[in-house]
């Protein structure tokens, strides 16, 4: 391996290479964490959409099917607003039930998809367990950072799923230029050029779905992933639709019904089940288990335009690691 890939993000994490497998709520389940983190990346269950009890045997399948690290990726629900003070954010019930299982378990990684873990970092820390927050801008960056976090992935506007505003190019070295903690860099990134893009950033490593959604390991419908092979980079939209916050997904008739109907849509997480009791049924399992995916939620990312084919994910860490290696080599000889 090129020694500029073996960055502080494998330290951290003790993990071989710098790639992490975003946690993508339903999609991201045993087959497709273990595949990852024995690839020598490191896998990360998405806790949205599971029960607690298929949670906990999630995880411990992902146990049986590996030693090497890995995490549970938990969107951080509130009853309210976030609060100024981390120290007294209330967090759901759900959450507060997930992040216990957790913790139980002994999981060496907690990554917060959605809102902001700080107050559950010093008990995590007291159990040996790394936590990582996904934020949109500056503004939370510096907030979950304040809150002791150990890793901040800076996800920009072409990412897949919740997603913010910034586009990647200009929020990684602004994160970057705000807060001491290390960042990883997520939002339009599928291949090793978006790797060595991140490390010029400063970022120390990547957060990738949308390949992973392309993978044969991916707990989701063929439909699902043949549609980002298929699609092109206009074919995401923005949207609040599916969640209530926005969240980048494929563009299809729900997407599009709902472009005339933003008044009407509900707070995260109240929005789920208006939509589907709307659809007839869960908006995630229509398209991601059932294949509808002309009317359910597809969390997809601009990086679509990249993906050409539906790989094993041991394929997938080769071809970002090899092509990030090559490009180290061209660019040394120049």
């Given at each position: ?6 960055t502080q993000l494998c330290e951290l994490l003790g993990i071989e290479k710098p790639i992490l497998q975003a946690g993508m709520g339903f999609v991201a ?200 092979v298929e699609i092109d980079d206009e074919a995401t939209v923005r949207s609040r639709c599916f969640t209530g916050k926005p969240c980048r997904v494929i ?84």
């Amino acid at each position: 391996m090129h020694p500029v890939l073996k960055t502080q993000l494998c330290e951290l994490l003790g993990i071989e290479k710098p790639i992490l497998q975003a946690g993508m709520g339903f999609v991201a389940r045993a087959d497709l964490v273990a595949a990852a983190s024995n690839a020598g990346a490191l896998g990360v269950i998405g806790a949205a959409s599971l029960t607690l009890d298929q949670l906990r045997e999630e995880i411990r399948k992902v146990k049986d099917m590996t030693d090497k690290p890995f995490g549970v990726d938990i969107l951080f629900a509130t009853y309210g607003k976030p609060s100024s003070d981390p120290r007294i954010e209330e967090f759901t019930d759900d959450v507060r039930e997930q992040i216990d299982s957790v913790f139980k378990e002994r999981v060496p990684v907690l990554a917060s998809g959605l809102g902001n873990p700080a107050p559950v970092v010093p008990q995590a820390h007291e159990l040996g367990i790394k936590v990582i927050a996904v934020v949109g801008n500056t503004k939370n960056a510096k907030r979950v950072a304040a809150g002791g976090v150990d890793i901040v992935v800076a996800q920009g506007y072409d990412g897949g799923g919740h997603t913010g505003r910034v586009g990647t190019f200009t929020l990684v070295p602004a994160v970057c230029d705000v807060i001491n903690q290390p960042v990883v860099a997520a939002g339009g990134i599928a291949d090793g050029r978006g790797l060595v893009a991140a490390l010029a950033f400063g970022a120390i490593g990547v957060w990738i779905g949308t390949r992973f959604v392309a993978s044969k390991e991916a707990f989701a419908h063929m439909n699902y992933k043949n549609k980002i092979v298929e699609i092109d980079d206009e074919a995401t939209v923005r949207s609040r639709c599916f969640t209530g916050k926005p969240c980048r997904v494929i563009k299809n008739a729900t997407t599009a019904a709902w472009e005339s109907r933003e008044a009407e849509i509900e707070p995260f997480p109240l929005q789920l089940m208006k939509i589907s009791e709307e659809l007839g049924d869960n908006a995630f399992e229509l398209a991601r288990l059932h294949g509808k995916i002309d009317l359910g939620s597809c969390a997809a990312g601009q990086s679509s335009a990249l993906i050409h084919d539906v790989k094993s994910v041991a394929d997938i860490v080769d071809d970002i690691m090899n092509e990030a290696e090559e490009i180290l080599r061209k660019l040394s000889v120049a």
